[in-house]
């Protein structure tokens, strides 16, 4: 696949029989404009780097809103350093996206190749979604806090944050046939398992997890949701507080590449040194991802987490 800014990522091949099913992993990226620290903006970009070195991923989708230019650049270099064929995609709505992951376009009038042969007669079905981006109860918000941002930074846009969610609302305009039987979300946003009326640090003993937007997402594509039900962490994106302290000479090397991007933005071109992880916050459930299915409890991916009762 060629790498593509907002084209059709995929070529159509009309009136073949017997297509061969392919599956695509995708990385999709919110934009960063809630944050004031410097040293946060990239970590969603960061992230995806590093999950390109692990897995094989054929699309990254990111919203623009936000970075720079010289963020964009420095961003698709390094990803191609490490997958030169792969296909990245800006946006700048939440429509381009469920288009993309319905039909394989971010433009609507095109025949759905998810569905229809293509280029070698093949059809792409959708095995993995990794999502960094901010997040509140049930809601994965891709554009948290960007009228704020627009006013601060006299940015011109119609786009609002509210209508740039993956929420309750309109996660069933999402097509479960775009996906493998097995497929999984992985959701890096802070609380997608957690119910939207648990909006709340204190202790929790009852999470309402099963009407969850990763409950309702697992019950309605019928594919396996991976979310944290606490904030989620990226503190350890350029290193943790022990790396720093420590003499690893792997980390050291990390160290030498890091950068400033736009002359305060701080960037690794190898991405992410530590991956996402729980943060501290709602106090009650699991410290790590969990998996929902349909019609399942959720299971902790931690083996040391003890669930309440009733």
């Known amino acids: 696949m060629a790498v593509v800014f907002g084209k059709p990522s995929f070529v159509l091949e009309k009136g073949k029989n017997n297509p061969i099913i392919k599956e695509e992993n995708i990385i999709v990226i919110g934009a960063e404009v809630h944050s ?11 992230q995806a780097v590093r999950k390109i070195n692990i897995e094989k991923i054929q699309t990254i989708i990111y919203f623009e809103q936000g970075y720079s230019e010289n963020m964009k650049t420095e961003f698709e270099k390094s990803v191609n350093l490490y997958n030169k064929n792969i296909s990245i995609i800006r946006i700048s709505s939440i429509s381009q996206l469920i288009s993309y992951i319905n039909i ?19 059809i792409y079905k959708i095995k993995n979604i990794y999502i960094y981006s901010h997040g509140m109860p049930s ?20 786009e609002k944050s509210s209508a740039n969610e993956l929420n309750l609302t309109n996660y069933m305009n999402l097509n479960p046939e775009s996906f493998l039987d097995g497929a999984s979300i992985w959701s890096y946003a802070c609380r997608t398992g957690l119910s939207s009326e648990n909006n709340s640090d204190i202790e929790i003993f009852t999470w309402g997890e099963e009407e969850s937007l990763a409950q309702k997402m697992a019950d309605f594509l019928n594919i396996n949701i991976y979310a ?12 943790s507080k022990l790396d720093r302290l420590s003499d690893d000479d792997e980390f050291r090397n990390y160290k030498k590449e890091e950068k400033k991007i736009d002359n305060k933005f701080i960037w690794q071109p190898q991405g992410a040194y530590r991956d996402v992880k729980a943060g501290d916050t709602p106090y009650g459930p699991p410290n790590c991802l969990c998996l ?3 019609e399942n409890s959720i299971a902790p991916t931690c083996e040391t987490m003890h669930f309440p009762l009733g």
């Open 36 to 46: 004031k620290k410097a040293s946060n903006k990239l970590i969603f970009m960061a």
């Open 104 to 122: 394989g376009s971010i433009f609507h009038n095109l025949i759905n190749i998810r569905i229809f042969p293509y280029k070698n007669n093949s």
């Open 139 to 158: 809601r994965i918000t891709f554009l948290l806090d960007w009228e704020t941002y627009k006013v601060n930074h006299n940015i011109q846009s119609d």
């Open 228 to 239: 944290f039900l606490k904030r989620s962490s990226y503190e350890d994106t350029w290193g």
């Open 292 to 294: 929902f299915r349909k």
